[in-house]
């Protein structure tokens, strides 16, 4: 039986490191067969960003033109459709050349004739949630620059061997 070991945090205490959970696990009778680190969807090249300035899209009422500080020498200008930040909020970046969940590559692009230099990024975009309403607002101050994947843990998947409890 696979079995995640975020899943089972939900029902029981375990140890903060999965690795102490597989030494227990056999003294207690369950056979860990293979443990193995969830690869998720790789978070390359998305950073904390800091929303310095949002205006209106001059060609579209449903856009804004942002300047977002992202760790390099100068501010990206990003193009975003959502709504529910403000400047000095840190939210996920992805740069030019990321690659999203479902295969989406992040490029350098023009939107209604403003050129966007990334993408501000929702939860569910990033596989890390169900809420697409808007950015995902990072708590926190994590420091500008910083890869999200340095902030989210990884999931650990445990594949069992759970014994019968029939004594023939």
Do not use: Q
């Not at 529910?84 to 989406?104: E, T």
């Not at 708590?139 to 500008?144: E, L, Q, T, W």
């Amino acid at each position: 039986m696979k079995v995640s070991v975020e899943w089972l945090r939900e029902y029981v205490d375990l140890p903060d490191c999965a690795d102490e959970l597989v030494d227990v696990l056999p003294m207690l009778g369950i056979e860990v067969e293979e443990d193995e680190e969830d690869a998720g969807a790789s978070l390359d090249k998305v950073v904390v960003g800091e929303v310095l300035s949002r205006e209106p899209h001059p060609e579209a009422d449903r856009l804004s033109v942002c300047s977002v500080e992202v760790g390099a020498d100068e501010p990206a200008t990003i193009v975003c459709g959502a709504t529910n930040f403000s400047p000095g909020d840190r939210v996920p970046v992805a740069l030019p050349g990321a690659k999203l969940p479902g295969g989406f590559k992040i490029k350098k692009s023009k939107l209604r004739g403003v050129a966007s230099e990334g993408m501000m990024c929702s939860a569910k975009e990033l596989e890390l949630g169900d809420d697409e309403s808007g950015l995902l607002l990072l708590p926190g101050s994590p420091g500008i620059g910083t890869p999200v994947d340095s902030l989210c843990a990884k999931d650990k998947t445990l594949e069992l061997e759970v014994a019968a409890n029939r004594g023939d």
